[in-house]
């Protein structure tokens, strides 16, 4: 009952040698069949002892020193002259370990890898080298996929980040991974739905690859666009908005700051001292300009790519930029953000205090956690001297990512100064309150999935907003109107497949070096 793989031979006795446990053991039948002709034998030629590494005892390492028998093969026409008698559950054919401990690494490995892995076995009494547990794994066999789920999930990982992807599928109903193409071209998933009838439900991001290989391999599933990519486009989308009313930022400045220090608001375009001079600068205005006339002229984007020599996306985020101005500042202010803005108020403290040496403030900025050079705070500390004290503190407006992540946050769940803060901004511009009034519908259709009954309604009045950065979301929607439609209306969704995407970058880390695609193949879908 304890020990069953051994039911078959005869013990003579167990012993212990240093931190390892010894069982002395024989085989007890009296033939063996020839493992090339299946013909019984029972003339033996010789016999020799097997050491076998087994599953623990006690903490303790157990090796099998089995006698086994080598026996003639009693068929003329048989090419083996002799073979050895095998142990079913024991012995196989080389082999330097028991099935029981082979089993045991091979999963250590599949979840560990092998550095890891290999610390592990040493643990369990049953130490292998990291080199000899990924043999394992590249020996386990490739899994067949003979039939594709009823829902399956698709999505893309990267094989090596920036140059070759590839693409998972997993089963949405099991959350189990189903199979890995090593390329995520529309061709391949195509051909793999062809190969594999029966899907009926596909779930995948926006992107147009899988789109066009489901249509074509499985045309009679029905397409699923993920909510979770929507609702991060819609954030994109939000983010733009913000930016192009920057100029209101400035009424979430608290009713407590001193009213002398706080500055004027910005206008639409920053006044020419506060213009941006330079190389950069005037190639980024230049090339506003010509994009802008040729779009006017009715060239597509494609077009302006090819004369100009831009990427798409570059021409993409000029087209949407009122002016040039919006590509040339990051706060609204017409000022490039430094470094030293966190450490501004205690510089000011210490300058008020009588510290004006850039060098000692510069050493204490260090301790604070500083790591540029003293030469940045000389030229920061400039604008403090010829007056008795540094200037009062300005407020600063909250940066575009606060303000688009307080208007994509449910309201109830806002700390109350937020609250306070985006309720300012909303009452100073109207165009983004009716922004935030999208939001909100929009998650009340996601959360609610009543995406067949309001999407419609809903993408007319976000156009009718007048929004450009909403006009070009919706443009989105309605470019792949069927999936999103079933996204917000019915329960599936990608989240087991990025789940499992995420699952892969781990790997990938921990096999730094040695994860090539069978490798890391045979650890995503073999492993528990």
Same mark, same amino acid.
């Given at each position: ?241 913000? *930016?192009?009313? +920057? &100029?209101? !930022? ?6 407590? =700051?001193?009213? #002398?220090?706080?500055?004027? @608001? $910005? ?107 003293? *030469?940045?705070? +000389? &030229?920061? !500390? ?6 008795? =004290?540094?200037? #009062?503190?300005?407020?600063? @407006? $909250? ?130």
């Amino acid at each position: 009952m304890l020990l069953p793989h051994l039911a078959d031979v005869e013990v003579d006795g167990v012993s212990l040698a240093g931190r390892s446990v010894r069982v002395m053991a024989r085989t007890r039948s009296s033939s063996a069949a020839c493992p090339e002709c299946g013909t019984g034998s029972r003339r033996v030629h010789s016999r020799y002892e097997r050491r076998l590494l087994d599953t623990a005892a006690g903490g303790r390492e157990v090796v099998i020193c089995l006698t086994v028998r080598r026996f003639f093969c009693l068929a003329p026409e048989c090419a083996k002259g002799t073979f050895a008698e095998q142990v079913d559950g024991l012995t196989s054919k080389n082999a330097r370990r028991t099935p029981a401990v082979t089993a045991v690494l091979e999963a250590v490995a599949l979840a560990l890898g092998g550095r890891a892995g290999a610390r592990l076995s040493g643990r369990l009494a049953a130490a292998v080298s990291r080199m000899t547990l990924i043999r394992l794994v590249r020996a386990l066999p490739d899994p067949a996929v003979s039939t594709s789920p009823r829902v399956l999930g698709v999505d893309e990982f990267a094989l090596r980040k920036g140059r070759r992807y590839g693409t998972l599928m997993v089963d949405v109903e099991t959350r189990r991974p189903v199979d890995i193409l090593d390329d995520r071209s529309s061709d391949s998933f195509a051909a793999w739905l062809a190969a594999r009838p029966g899907t009926e439900v596909i779930c995948r991001d926006r992107a147009g690859v899988y789109s066009d290989g489901g249509n074509r391999g499985a045309p009679g599933a029905l397409q699923v666009a993920d909510r979770w990519h929507l609702w991060h486009n819609l954030a994109e989308a939000v983010e733009r908005a913000v *930016s192009r009313h +920057r &100029q209101h !930022l400035h009424a979430a400045v608290t009713e407590q =700051a001193d009213a #002398a220090a706080l500055a004027p @608001p $910005p206008p639409d375009e920053p006044p020419p001292e506060a213009r941006r001079t330079g190389k950069i600068p005037g190639r980024t205005r230049a090339r506003h300009a010509d994009v802008h006339r040729l779009l006017a002229e009715g060239r597509n984007y494609r077009q302006v790519t090819a004369e100009l020599g831009l990427a798409r996306n570059t021409v993409r985020r000029f087209a949407r930029a009122a002016s040039p101005e919006e590509l040339l500042v990051n706060d609204g202010t017409g000022r490039q953000p430094s470094i030293l803005d966190e450490h501004a108020a205690y510089l000011r403290e210490r300058w008020s205090a009588g510290c004006t040496n850039a060098a000692q403030l510069h050493q204490e900025l260090r301790d604070r956690g500083y790591q540029g050079g003293p *030469s940045y705070v +000389r &030229q920061y !500390l400039a604008r403090f001297r010829g007056t008795g =004290a540094g200037p #009062a503190p300005v407020p600063a @407006p $909250p940066k575009f990512r606060a303000v688009t992540a307080w208007i994509m946050t449910r309201p109830d769940r806002l700390a109350d100064d937020d609250r306070a803060s985006l309720d300012a901004i909303l009452n100073a511009s109207p165009e983004l309150a009716a922004v935030a009034a999208a939001v909100r519908a929009f998650a009340v259709i996601m959360n609610e999935r009543r995406g067949r009954k309001l999407l419609e309604p809903w993408m007319n009045a976000a156009i009718a907003t007048g929004d450009p950065a909403l006009k070009s979301f919706v443009t989105g929607l309605r470019a792949d109107q069927d999936a999103v439609t079933n996204g917000l209306s019915l329960r599936w969704s990608s989240g087991a497949v990025e789940g499992h995407v995420n699952r892969i970058k781990m790997l990938k880390r921990q096999m730094y070096g040695r994860a090539g695609p069978d490798l890391l193949r045979r650890r995503v879908l073999l492993a528990d």
